[in-house]
């Protein structure tokens, strides 16, 4: 029997978010360590891509290709967006103004720990002891065998750590909200609602002046980042619509050592056996918890 088609777009599409993903943070370390506000940061970036998908909603609504949202589903959307796209970005990009990228990228990664622990309980997902082997092939290659600086245990390590926890729990809102709405409003209902937030945390801490204090040069790369964003958010929901979340959340590992790369050609230039042992043993990782998922199904490859 053939791996099920839905299955397998899920799998595309979380590689390739993986790819977005570790382009992505190599890309935002370069802008938020220029001066800019974290919060006038997310604002403008997160602002951007809800603009963006609002087009695209309302270009579909208009077309009738899709259908209106129910009404007991905006709950769901509005939640998703104050846990997975609000806070999280506030303390995530305030940690990577002192984290190293490579670093912040790892601590993100742990996302498909926090995502596992949750899912079984509250989605009812499995794990076969394959893809526990490949969790602990991840965590071994990120904490053991190196390609990042060493860890200093700061307050800006934890705020990543936090986000990272917070977008857990969103991953598991959108998974259960996933199963009646599309991918797509449901990535706009993270980054409208979670804009709506930021916008009021900066008034409520008397940082709205920055967003009207920015310098164009300042302003022009963050363009970058909403176009990063927007692809991200599209092709995370759209994956985790299509396959269970214990699996596209292992695969969004791959984005580690695609910082990891991305900082040694671009930052340290030093590329070694490390850091291919360390990209070596995630692969690895990966595989095994795509194997233990392919057998715990009795599905031939």
Known sequence: ????????????????????????????????????????????????????????????????????????????????????????????????????????????????????????????????????????????????????APFSFSIYEGMILLATMLWGVENIIAKVALRKTNSSLVAWGRMFFGTIVLIFTAILTGKIHFLFNLQANQVLPILGSIALLTLYVSSWYKALSLAPATLVTSILVLATPITNILSAAFITHNFGLTLTFNTTTILLGILLINFGWLWRKKIAV
């Open 1 to 148: 029997m053939k791996v099920n088609k839905k299955i397998k777009k899920g799998i595309l599409f979380a590689l390739l978010t993986a790819f977005i993903s570790g382009v992505s943070i190599f890309y935002n370390k370069l802008v938020i360590v220029k001066g800019i506000d974290p919060l006038s940061f997310n604002i403008i970036k997160n602002g951007g891509v809800a603009v963006i998908l609002s087009v695209v909603i309302l270009r579909t609504l208009f077309t009738g290709k899709k259908k209106i949202i129910q009404k007991q589903e905006w709950s769901k959307l509005i939640l998703i967006g104050i846990v997975g796209g609000s806070l999280p970005f506030i303390l995530f990009f305030t940690g990577l103004k002192d984290v190293a990228a490579a670093n912040a990228n790892l601590i993100h990664k742990l996302l498909f720990i926090f995502v596992a622990l949750m899912a079984i309980p509250f989605l009812k997902e499995k794990l076969h002891p394959l893809q526990i082997i490949g969790y602990l092939f991840i965590v071994y290659a990120c904490f053991f065998i190196g390609g990042f």
